[in-house]
């Protein structure tokens, strides 16, 4: 079987692809991105996740080289340093962010999951994983604020569990989880991680091995749910 990692040009994505390649287990691993930069072991593909017709050469690619028994969604935004920042009041919202984030959040993971599912085997077990976030848990939500990044990352958890209860009529073996990988050393995290404690900030080197672990140690009933990196499940 074969894994693929999209989004392996972030700090995330990257190494996950490298420890999946440092680990062996899969006859090859595709590494998709944006800018198609390369991983070494890994084949590295271009695609625009918002564009479906890429997916789809990508899909083809990646099926011709055997069944995937893990696909990981590694891809998400939360700011960009300009224009777009995590609101803190409701008073600071505005469509163009809700649309960005959105867009990159839950619509790409679920464009990528329509050409990805079909390529899971029906019998073995597989993994769909796709990066969530702790702040999208609506029952753990006691501070407000951060209003699209929230709802994308909740309306990606929903999603999750769709695929789960669609996959488990298909493909017994089916695992579809959202992951929360903790708070990680990237461009991403870099403008929130004043209140972090060292011990609490990871190396994406780090998160990807725990993910990975996470992963490796799942079974069908844990389908639908969302895990953090330590494998304690987050809640809806």
Not at 44 to 70: K, M, Q, S, T
Not at 93 to 102: D, I, L, N
């Amino acid at each position: 079987m074969v894994a693929v990692v999209f989004g392996s040009s972030g700090g995330v994505g990257r190494a996950l692809a490298e420890a999946l390649v440092a680990r062996g287990g899969y006859a090859r691993v595709f590494a998709v991105s944006r800018s198609g930069a390369g991983v070494e072991g890994a084949e590295a593909l271009e695609a625009d996740f918002l564009d479906e017709a890429a997916l789809a050469r990508a899909a083809e690619v990646i099926g011709a080289g055997g069944p995937v028994g893990l696909c990981i969604v590694a891809s998400g935004i939360l700011s960009d340093g300009e224009g777009l920042q995590p609101e803190k009041s409701y008073r600071q919202q505005s469509k163009e962010a809700f649309e960005r984030v959105f867009a990159a959040n839950t619509i790409a993971p679920a464009l990528i999951a329509k050409h990805m599912l079909p390529l899971m085997p029906r019998a073995e077990r597989s993994v769909f994983a796709a990066l969530s976030a702790r702040v999208g848990s609506i029952t753990d939500n006691r501070l407000g604020g951060w209003h699209a990044y929230r709802a994308s990352k909740a309306a990606l958890n929903m999603l999750v569990r769709n695929y789960a209860i669609e996959q488990a009529r298909r493909a017994p073996g089916a695992i579809c989880v959202g992951l929360h990988p903790g708070t990680v050393d990237t461009g991403l995290s870099k403008p929130f991680q004043s209140g972090v404690s060292k011990e609490k900030l990871f190396t994406p080197e780090v998160s990807a091995g725990y993910l990975l672990d996470v992963i490796d140690r799942l079974g069908p009933e844990d389908s639908g749910k969302c895990f953090d990196w330590a494998g304690k499940e987050v809640p809806a």
